[in-house]
């Protein structure tokens, strides 16, 4: 149950030791990387009722009061957000879009985008994510299935980043992490907990669609 998912995760001010850059801050502690199991992602019953099938603003894309900084193990307030909102895109049943880009101190472009997409069906937003595998496969350097409970998630290896692309329902979500940002073996945990932030946050349109 998605409650159950949000209890699990609103505990954890995820960090993780050996950034980068000399981003490290004393007000940050280490802790353990967690796993995740087979948690249900689907709406959360706190997400508060819109008319749109997306948040239309990134500070309202992670639940509660939680901060995208702790979760990437930098100081409390340092990363900043752009929100960006898309255009429809009938001929793929594209309905929304919206683009996360976050910002960390030192980094000259952002650290972390999250990409959401709503789409007429869970068809179509399937086949989307499978484009978007596809597109970004000269690229890659390794392909592999992720566990994310009911959502189908593959996570890509790249140069420069770790890309993890999520299907759940009629959404996608793209998750692109930049290299050096947390430990290399902490990247694909660390997306995963991002993902299982962010799904629940979506939902029914209440009107308009």
């Known amino acids: 149950m ?3 998912a949000l209890l699990m995760f609103a505990g954890f001010g995820f960090a993780w030791a050996g950034g980068s850059g000399g981003d490290a801050s004393s007000d940050v502690v280490a802790v353990p990387v967690p796993t995740f199991g087979s948690t249900d992602v689907t709406q959360s019953a706190a997400v508060p009722p819109r008319a749109t099938l997306l948040p239309t603003d990134c500070a309202e894309l992670l639940p509660g009061s939680t901060d995208m900084a702790a979760l990437l193990g930098k100081p409390t307030g340092s990363v900043g957000v752009r929100t960006v909102l898309g255009v429809p895109s009938p001929q793929v ?17 952002p650290a972390l985008v999250m990409t959401l997409t709503a789409f007429t069906d869970a068809a179509s937003a ?24 009911t959502a189908s998630a593959t996570l ?12 759940h329902d009629r959404f996608t979500l793209t998750e692109g ?3 050096g940002l947390v430990p290399d073996d902490a990247a694909e945990p660390v997306l ?7 799904l629940p946050t979506l939902g029914p349109a209440q009107a308009g669609h």
């Open 177 to 179: 992490l930049t290299l």
């Open 93 to 109: 049943g594209q309905l929304e879009r919206v683009t996360c880009n976050y910002q960390a101190p030192g980094r000259p472009g």
């Open 2 to 4: 998605a409650a159950v």
């Open 192 to 198: 995963a907990d991002l993902a299982q932030r962010v």
């Open 156 to 167: 890509l290896t790249q140069a420069d980043r770790r890309l993890l692309m999520v299907a």
């Open 126 to 149: 399937a086949v989307q994510r499978d484009r978007n595998i596809a597109a970004e496969k000269a690229d890659t350097r390794g392909v592999r299935t992720t566990p994310l409970g």
